[in-house]
């Protein structure tokens, strides 16, 4: 039977960079993956690397969000020295544009937001952003830049954290998944695969969406799918710095020259098609923002499925099993937060603490929820 320190269900870019952390630290670590790792909502993403609240009910996860994009710099340096692949990391900054007619007071609220939570934001004249975006349009009447922002190349990045973690010990079973976690008592012993069962002083599920499925996993993750539709252009005519982000689309530009579009939000189940009307509601999107890009070429379309839970935050750090700990349900952030997950879930096995406070996304709220509505009498 193998055995390891760690077993972690789920080889995309948070499992990857996890794996990484913990052989770096001296662990032996092993990814478990049902197909070959990396090939799920890691490689279907933008790459976006943004602290900023999408939604009110995101704000808890603020400090998060700017902790791991500090750690961001050093952490693409050690996965690119380490791996010696490009990560495409671009901390250039996002462009909101807006586009409504009422903007002064749009533009104080989308500022004193940002600033009440530590976010660094500029207010822009409509002329001002163009100077500094060519691209942008016309209609555009103001805009906020967030300097301390950017965007990374999520496939190069998972593919260099992936080839970083086995330089540094990990062992990859591509193509043999986690059905279940082998439970002894209140202590889990390590996952149960398709054929077999590995032993492991820590199990790390970081499956994504597909984390429920794991048999013992739903009452900690209930994530579900948020299938998302992408398109990637390219045009020799119109050049993009930043991240451009409006209120219907936003479009990240990548070091090979193609600008990413995106994304839809949609509850299909695991429906990974591209659809005719969610594709042209991102390009009628696209060139509402940058006009130029009614010439590009569409150079690729696809979708992907974010791990999306009950409260659309996270799901990290331990359960009461023993042993068992929780990495998914980071819904559009997984990205934006690798570094710090990878981190925090170090720290507590090496050292039973965190450098950050993860309380609020306790893998344990759902269970509350659950045992208070069932307590409640039926109406």
Known sequence: MKKFDAAIAGGGVIGGAIALELARAGLRVAI???????QEASWASAGILSPAPESPGTIA??????????????????VEEISGKST?????????????????AELSTIIALH???????????AEDARELEPALSEEVEAA?????????????????ILEAAQRSGAEIFAGNGAKAIWREGNRCAGLVLQNE?????????????????????????????AKGQMAALRTDDLKIERVLWSEKIYLVPRNDGRIVAGATVEYSGFDKRTTAGGIGKILS??????????????????AGLRPDSPDHLPILGPTDIDGLMMA???????????????????????????????DRFSPLRFQSVAEGSAHRAPA
């Open 32 to 38: 478990f993956d049902r197909q070959q790792p990396g």
């Open 61 to 78: 996860m603020v400090p998060l969000g700017k902790a791991s994009f500090a750690l961001y710099p050093q952490f693409v340096a050690e």
């Open 88 to 104: 495409g990391f671009r901390p250039k900054g996002t462009l909101e544009a807006l586009f409504s007619h009422d903007t002064k």
């Open 115 to 125: 600033h009440g939570l530590g976010l660094k934001a500029e207010p822009l004249r």
């Open 144 to 160: 906020v830049l967030r300097p301390e922002e950017g965007s990374v190349d999520n496939r190069l990045l998972t593919a260099a």
């Open 197 to 225: 069962k590995v032993e492991a002083k820590w199990t790390i599920i970081a499956a994504g969406c597909f984390s429920t499925a794991i048999e013992g996993i739903a009452p900690y993750a209930p994530v579900k799918p």
């Open 285 to 302: 999107a696209a060139i509402d923002l940058a006009p130029g890009l009614a010439n590009a070429r569409i150079e690729e379309t696809w």
């Open 328 to 358: 998914t349900g980071h819904f559009r952030s997984g990205i934006l937060l690798t570094p710090i997950t990878a981190r925090l879930i170090r720290e507590w096995i090496t050292e039973q603490r965190v450098s950050v406070d993860w």
